[in-house]
């Protein structure tokens, strides 16, 4: 008897109340279901095509998933019926899903660039990619498996990055977390035994040296502010600097997501992408002097405040990183010259506006308030982060110990 392979949208919705979409194997009318790990909205899916409804905001990239898991397992399903062809659906579904114990690293890896594409967190997909091509270099080869990733592995490992690539610690850690994270999907999948682990304990410890936060001060921030010899793509630089500034550090990418319609009553209404937390923040008079430099561009009230995602095609998730990627690199460059200008010392960038708003605030705001501000999750994160721009006990017993002697 014919067997088939096909996607469907089982009817057991999780606590969510999104229903999870899986491969059904048929053999003698008898059916099983393997489930490819995504969830979706009942109002999203097709059943007469089989496929996700564009209503959905990753179709897309979901109906190519879909394509993809199919056309693997037909292709196992032939090469088994190629052998055999009195074989139970049950059967099959064990050979085509059977256990990933020869899964190599790079295959693992390559499996989580897929599912970071599908729910489309680019930023992350462009760091772990440049990470897996670090390592696939060192390696000089896509063949390597967990066995081979030993405490010798990632020394020699560190060496190569340093010498070869001169990463700083911090990226070297970065990558040796992402090595951690497939060893842990790893052992998760069965793939690997935790005694192979090669974190931890008395093996390699991951630990992140101390990162220095500098910010403006208060004079430097006024000179920006008052700097009158500026070409117009430096003063649309510095305006969306100061922007970022006056909302406490809002991130480049949110900044430049801003719509008209986000202004109600005077305030700032915005969901941070980061972490989708909703914010409301008061529209000072600096910031009104700013957004009435755009206000003659404005096209409709759910256009964008600034012009860099004007063009952009906001179906398509990727277009949009990449333009927010784009708009951040030229901000930077043009924030080297405006510092120069405002004879500035310091690094200047568009991460620099969020530090030095910390370095302002120091410690004459309370720590939750901050958090706020900072959009933290956590209290501990702003209290260690606030912890940067905090100098006066530590300068003010240093003086004491100091005026003793004199």
């Not at 921030?221 to 600097?241: A, F, P, V």
């Not at 430099?293 to 990449?322: C, G, Q, T, W």
């Not at 209290?383 to 905090?390: D, L, S």
Request: charged share 30%.
């Amino acid at each position: 008897m014919a067997s088939s392979v096909q996607i469907t949208l089982r009817r057991k919705p999780n606590k969510n109340g999104q229903y999870p979409l899986a491969i059904r194997i048929t053999k003698d009318r008898r059916s099983t279901y393997k489930l490819i790990g995504h969830y979706i909205d009942i109002e999203d899916w097709d059943n007469n095509n089989k496929l996700v409804k564009e209503s959905h905001p990753n179709s897309e990239k979901l109906n190519q998933l879909i394509s993809s898991k199919i056309h693997d397992a037909n292709k196992r399903l032939i090469t088994l019926q190629s052998k055999n062809d009195d074989l139970t659906a049950t059967f099959i579904k064990k050979e085509i899903y059977k256990s990933k114990k020869k899964l190599s690293f790079f295959e693992l890896a390559q499996e989580h660039l897929e599912e970071l594409e599908v729910y489309n967190k680019h930023n992350r997909l462009s760091s772990d990619s440049a990470y897996v091509n670090y390592i696939q270099r060192f390696n000089k080869s896509k063949e390597l498996s967990f066995d081979e990733i030993d405490e010798r592995f990632l020394r020699k490992l560190k060496i190569y990055l340093i010498k070869e690539h001169s990463l700083c610690l911090t990226s070297i850690m970065n990558v040796f977390v992402f090595i951690r994270l497939l060893f842990n999907k790893a052992i998760k999948d069965k793939i690997v035994k935790q005694k192979q682990y090669p974190f931890g304990g008395n093996k390699i410890k991951i630990k992140f040296p101390e990162t220095e936060k500098i910010g403006l001060n208060a004079d430097e921030i006024i000179r920006i502010e008052t700097l009158s010899n500026l070409s117009h793509s430096e003063m649309h630089t510095r305006n969306i600097w100061l922007y970022s500034f006056n909302f406490a550090g809002i991130r480049v990418s949110d900044a430049l997501r801003t719509k008209w319609s986000d202004i109600k009553d005077d305030r700032l209404y915005y969901r941070m992408g980061k972490n989708s937390k909703i914010l409301s923040l008061k529209i000072s008079d600096k910031v009104k002097n700013i957004l009435n430099f755009y206000i003659k561009d404005k096209r409709h009230d759910d256009d964008f405040i600034f012009p860099e995602l004007k063009k952009a095609n906001l179906k398509d998730s990727k277009d949009v990183f990449n333009k927010i990627k784009t708009a951040n690199k030229k901000f930077n460059y043009y924030l080297k010259s405006i510092a120069e200008k405002a004879k500035i010392n310091k690094k200047l960038t568009m991460h620099i506006a969020r530090h030095s708003f910390g370095n302002v605030a120091g410690d004459t705001i309370h720590p939750l308030m901050l958090q706020k501000l900072y959009r933290h999750s956590d209290l501990k994160t702003t209290i260690n982060y606030q912890a940067n721009f905090i100098h006066k006990p530590a300068d003010e017993a240093l003086e004491s110990v100091i005026r003793k002697v004199g």
